[in-house]
């Protein structure tokens, strides 16, 4: 086990809190804050210590994790006033496991270096089922030495760790995911739109899909909720459509075409115009709902 046992936790949300849970079931003492108190507040009925903020997590602690939003909420509460750095131990390590720009991370990495602290990123996917059975994939980026001291803390949180190479790297990994995530949820929809437009048994359709050469995550987990027009989140429409622009940008930057990456994130401002941005990335689905003029949620047998 690693020497690590005092940790700090920054964003207490649909994916921290249940990570949260985990290392204090693995037996970690945790330090928490998040902008919403009673967030703090419903930890600490399981042993968690609330603190008023970043730099008080990080006087407390050896490990700082951070899930938050986006680039700009992870760089203040890093670096900001009453930031991790204002009370950062000498050695600690600084680990954002939120999905930012890969430019964002090395910046930080870079902020961090000066202060003595390591700073990895370390962007998850799973979805909040994954962050509470902690079976999350985790692409880290960041010194192979800070990666290897945070590693059995990692295994607590996710069962696929892999160390992608130097900082930046584990957020330029989660974009690609994102990427064939989404794509892969576009594809999910055409084809159930197609299966009921023809008329076809949809739980027998999902059956003989998910168990061939077009079955998926996306398929076994979130097929059954469209059915059932379940759209609410395990990870919402709004931050899926945050990593498009982040991934868009990137292959902006390297002068890359993603013309299919490009067609989901119109499609998903189609949805948010809609008044769906904090559903569940599935509602996609309501967007070929509308071009195609048919229901398609909501079709699952009782």
């Avoid at 204090?24 to 804050?33: D, E, I, P, Q, S």
């Avoid at 090395?106 to 962007?123: I, M, Q, S, T, Y």
């Avoid at 930046?168 to 794509?183: D, E, P, T, Y």
Wanted: net charge neutral; glycine share 10%; proline share 4%.
């Amino acid at each position: 086990m690693t020497n690590v046992k005092q940790i700090g936790f920054i964003g207490l949300g649909i994916m921290g809190k249940p990570m949260v849970r985990n290392l204090l079931k693995a037996g970690y003492a945790v330090t928490v804050h998040d902008s919403r108190e009673d967030a703090s507040n419903e930890l600490a009925a399981d042993s968690a210590v609330p603190a008023g903020s970043p730099c008080e997590v990080a006087r407390r602690s050896e490990l700082v994790i951070t899930m938050l939003p986006d680039s700009p909420q992870v760089s203040q509460v890093v670096a900001g006033k009453d930031g991790i750095l204002e009370g950062a131990q000498k050695e600690a390590t600084v680990m954002d496991m939120s999905t930012i720009a890969p430019a964002t991370a090395r910046e930080l990495a870079d902020l961090c270096r000066p202060k003595g602290v390591d700073f990895l990123d370390a962007p998850v996917s799973g979805g909040e089922s994954g962050a509470i059975a902690a079976t999350l994939s985790i692409m880290v980026g960041g010194k192979a030495e800070a990666f290897d001291k945070c590693l059995p803390i990692l295994r607590t949180l996710g069962k696929n760790v892999v160390h992608m190479g130097a900082s930046g790297a584990g957020q330029s990994a989660k974009l690609c995911n994102q990427v064939i995530a989404s794509l892969n949820l576009l594809a999910m929809s055409e084809g159930l739109m197609l299966a009921t437009k023809s008329g076809l048994e949809m739980e027998k359709l999902l059956s003989v899909v998910s168990a061939g050469a077009a079955g998926s995550w996306m398929l076994s987990n979130l097929g059954p909720k469209i059915l059932q027009g379940d759209l609410e989140p395990g990870f919402k429409v709004r931050l899926l459509q945050k990593d498009l622009r982040l991934a868009l940008a990137a292959a902006e930057d390297l002068k890359l075409p993603l013309p299919g990456a490009a067609l989901v994130h119109q499609l998903y401002r189609s949805v948010e115009a809609a008044g769906k941005g904090e559903k569940g990335m599935q509602a996609l689905v309501t967007a070929i709902e509308t071009l195609s003029g048919s229901s398609l949620t909501g079709t699952r047998s009782a």
